[in-house]
Structure formats: structure tokens, C-alpha cells
């Protein structure tokens, strides 16, 4: 298989791997991720660098992260970006196209990458040449107390426990890793991943995400291998309110009305009004079984809650999508178009 043309940018390469570190608001957690990479094992002999992407922040992210390249005690770069559009999918795609490496590794503002991290994500590409995307084996590190059954809803907090072997993510499971400790070849996310995506990622005010599972599939669907690779560690800290009720239930919100999008992102176009009505029916089902099964739980226990929503808003996301996408389309039409200057005619 081969890659697509490199642009200039990748063609000028000088490094061997990029870290990038999308933030919002993280002036208080950026110290220890620099921190754990400022102890990386095993890479003497990789050319590598540190980006930090500032998502619009309103804290001082940018103060602590100039404190932190004046203190850095690396001689690797660690540089500075900042992304006014907020979401997740913006800062990533910038971050991708000023990377000096073609492999990319993408942690958030609160993972801690294990010693031998960058080297084993390094290792791995050599490894396996057809993998466009690779994940971490992802545990958390939790401030507070978890919810009962915490672990059906694990992995929509970015958890990824899949055993000790390294496998193949495989389409027909519909499964696919988080944006956390995720490692992509620079030229293949240029090359598929449109610079202006349905699903942005979870901002203020909106808890819908799915732009990771988003930017994979489109990889996914161009053919390349999306791996699993345990021997990259991180640890995830989870601050206590991001267990509480009222946090879950809206994460899983999120996650329901962004299914539309990655659903149908993995099937050809002509099946999709066939899926569509299929998937209706499914998540119905989902629905009418999960308040069977659990009953009254569906009230009161915080996972069957957040479950619950998962399934409603899953059935509600096509509605929530085309009306986002029509709302575009009318800002769009009523844009101002700039005025044209006439042409003065000759003579």
C-alpha cells in the first residue's frame, strides 16, 4: 500500500515524531504531561518535538506554557500554537499541518504517558508499515469515587483496557480508539481527513464529541489499518466531576447524537437510507430492552441512566446532525458575498 503524495511541509521533515497536545483551559495540567515527557526512556536516537495547542483558551494556558519552554530541559522543541476555533477536530488538524515528523502522537492536556511512550509509538510504525492509526492502552486515574457498573461506560471516557496483544481494529466491530494517546501518519490525515469537519469536538456549552472516531474513519475507509498497541501506556486522570451524575449522563448525551455521523461514515452512500431506518429500529429496540432489563434503575442509577441517554439520543442524532447542517447551510447562504469592483474598460 502506498501513501498519498506528501505535501511540502512533510516533504521538508526533518524529525522522526511529533507529540501534540490539544488544551482547553489547561494551564494547571499542561506542567505534568511536559513533565512526563521531559522523562522519556529510549529516544536518544529519535529527532523529535512537542506542540501544544492552545484551543482558544481563557485561563493562562499561554503564560504557563511560556514559563514551560523557559524551563524545558530537553533539547527537543517545544513549541507554541494557537487555534482560535474551538473543538478538538480544529486544534488537531493544526497541529498536524505544522508538525515537522510524519507520525503524530496526540495526547490531551490530562494523560500522563508512560517512560517509554514516544519510543514504543515510534517502534510500532516501523513495525507495521500498513497501520494508518494506532491507539494506547489507556487506564485511569481517578480523583473520586466511581459509579456502580462504572465499567459498561468506561470507554467513553477515553479508557482503552484491550488486553496485553496488539490487534487490528476491525471494521465490521464498529470499534475504534480515542483521540488519547492516538499516533496517525501526517500524510495520510492530510490526505483524508477534511480540514472542516462534521463532528468539531465538545465545547463550551455542547457535550457532543465523536470527532476522533470521525478523523479515524476516514482514515479507516481509505484502507489502512487502525491498531490497538498496549506497549504505549497512559494514564488518565479523571477529576472527580467527571463522575458525577450529572456529567455522565451528559457525556453520553453527547456521544448518542454523534452516532449519525460515524455511523453512516462507515458504510457506502447507497446503503445509508437503508441503515438509516435499520438503525432507527435498533436503537428502539436498545431503548425497550435496556428499560426492561433495569427497570426502575433507569431512574436512579447513574451508568443505566447514562446508558439510557446514550440509546435515546443515538435514535435522536440523524435529526440533531441535519438540522445542525441546515443551519450551516443558511449562515452560509446569507453570508455577505463581497462586492465586486468593475473592470474598467479599455481605451
Given at each position: 500500500?502506498?501513501?498519498?503524495?506528501?505535501?511540502?511541509?512533510?516533504?521538508?521533515?526533518?524529525?522522526?515524531?511529533?507529540?501534540?497536545?490539544?488544551?482547553?483551559?489547561?494551564?494547571?495540567?499542561?506542567?505534568?504531561?511536559?513533565?512526563?515527557?521531559?522523562?522519556?526512556?529510549?529516544?536518544?536516537?529519535?529527532a523529535w518535538e512537542v506542540i501544544i495547542v492552545d484551543n482558544r483558551s481563557t485561563d493562562a494556558t499561554a503564560t504557563?506554557?511560556?514559563?514551560?519552554?523557559?524551563?524545558?530541559?530537553?533539547?527537543?522543541?517545544?513549541?507554541?500554537?494557537?487555534?482560535?476555533?474551538?473543538?478538538?477536530?480544529?486544534?488537531?488538524?493544526?497541529?498536524?499541518?505544522?508538525?515537522?515528523?510524519?507520525?503524530?502522537?496526540?495526547?490531551?492536556?490530562?494523560?500522563?504517558?508512560?517512560?517509554?511512550?514516544?519510543?514504543?509509538?515510534?517502534?510500532?510504525?516501523?513495525?507495521?508499515?500498513?497501520?494508518?492509526?494506532?491507539?494506547?492502552?489507556?487506564?485511569?486515574?481517578?480523583?473520586?469515587?466511581?459509579?456502580?457498573?462504572?465499567?459498561?461506560?468506561?470507554?467513553?471516557?477515553?479508557?482503552?483496557?484491550?488486553?496485553?496483544?496488539?490487534?487490528?481494529?476491525?471494521?465490521?466491530?464498529?470499534?475504534?480508539?480515542?483521540?488519547?494517546?492516538?499516533?496517525?501518519?501526517?500524510?495520510?490525515?492530510?490526505?483524508?481527513?477534511?480540514?472542516?469537519?462534521?463532528?468539531?469536538?465538545?465545547?463550551?456549552?455542547?457535550?457532543?464529541?465523536?470527532?476522533?472516531?470521525e478523523a479515524v474513519l476516514y482514515i479507516q475507509q481509505a484502507g489502512w489499518e487502525v491498531w490497538y498497541n498496549p506497549?504505549?501506556?497512559?494514564?488518565?486522570?479523571?477529576?472527580?466531576?467527571?463522575?458525577?451524575?450529572?456529567?455522565?449522563?451528559g457525556l453520553m448525551r453527547g456521544a448518542g447524537l454523534s452516532r449519525q455521523r460515524t455511523r453512516m461514515l462507515s458504510?457506502?452512500?447507497?446503503?445509508?437510507?437503508?441503515?438509516?431506518?435499520?438503525?432507527?429500529?435498533?436503537?428502539?429496540?436498545?431503548?425497550?430492552?435496556?428499560?426492561?432489563?433495569?427497570?426502575?434503575?433507569?431512574?436512579?442509577?447513574?451508568?443505566?441512566?447514562?446508558?439510557?441517554?446514550?440509546?435515546?439520543?443515538?435514535?435522536?442524532?440523524?435529526?440533531?446532525?441535519?438540522?445542525?447542517?441546515?443551519?450551516?447551510?443558511?449562515?452560509?447562504?446569507?453570508?455577505?458575498?463581497?462586492?465586486?469592483?468593475?473592470?474598467?474598460?479599455?481605451?
Open positions: 500500500m502506498q501513501h498519498p503524495s506528501p505535501d511540502s511541509a512533510s516533504q521538508d521533515s526533518e524529525l522522526d515524531f511529533t507529540i501534540a497536545i490539544c488544551t482547553y483551559n489547561g494551564a494547571e495540567r499542561i506542567p505534568a504531561v511536559l513533565e512526563y515527557l521531559s522523562r522519556q526512556t529510549g529516544v536518544s536516537r529519535l504557563v506554557v511560556a514559563q514551560c519552554q523557559e524551563s524545558w530541559p530537553l533539547a527537543v522543541p517545544l513549541r507554541y500554537l494557537f487555534e482560535p476555533r474551538q473543538g478538538a477536530a480544529y486544534a488537531r488538524h493544526h497541529a498536524v499541518r505544522m508538525a515537522h515528523s510524519p507520525l503524530i502522537g496526540f495526547l490531551d492536556d490530562d494523560n500522563l504517558p508512560a517512560e517509554n511512550w514516544v519510543a514504543a509509538a515510534f517502534a510500532f510504525a516501523q513495525q507495521h508499515p500498513t497501520a494508518g492509526v494506532y491507539g494506547s492502552r489507556i487506564q485511569g486515574d481517578f480523583e473520586g469515587r466511581l459509579p456502580l457498573h462504572f465499567e459498561r461506560i468506561a470507554p467513553f471516557l477515553a479508557l482503552t483496557e484491550r488486553g496485553d496483544d496488539a490487534h487490528i481494529y476491525e471494521p465490521a466491530k464498529k470499534v475504534l480508539p480515542p483521540g488519547a494517546g492516538l499516533v496517525v501518519r501526517r500524510d495520510l490525515w492530510l490526505a483524508y481527513v477534511p480540514p472542516e469537519p462534521v463532528l468539531i469536538g465538545r465545547t463550551p456549552g455542547s457535550m457532543v464529541g465523536g470527532e476522533d472516531l506497549s504505549m501506556r497512559v494514564n488518565h486522570k479523571i477529576p472527580k466531576h467527571r463522575l458525577e451524575h450529572d456529567y455522565l449522563v458504510v457506502s452512500p447507497w446503503k445509508r437510507p437503508i441503515l438509516f431506518w435499520a438503525y432507527h429500529a435498533h436503537d428502539i429496540y436498545k431503548i425497550l430492552r435496556h428499560i426492561a432489563k433495569y427497570r426502575l434503575a433507569v431512574l436512579r442509577d447513574t451508568v443505566a441512566i447514562s446508558e439510557l441517554n446514550l440509546y435515546v439520543f443515538s435514535f435522536l442524532s440523524p435529526y440533531y446532525i441535519w438540522h445542525r447542517e441546515l443551519l450551516k447551510w443558511i449562515a452560509k447562504y446569507r453570508a455577505p458575498q463581497p462586492s465586486r469592483q468593475p473592470t474598467p474598460k479599455n481605451g
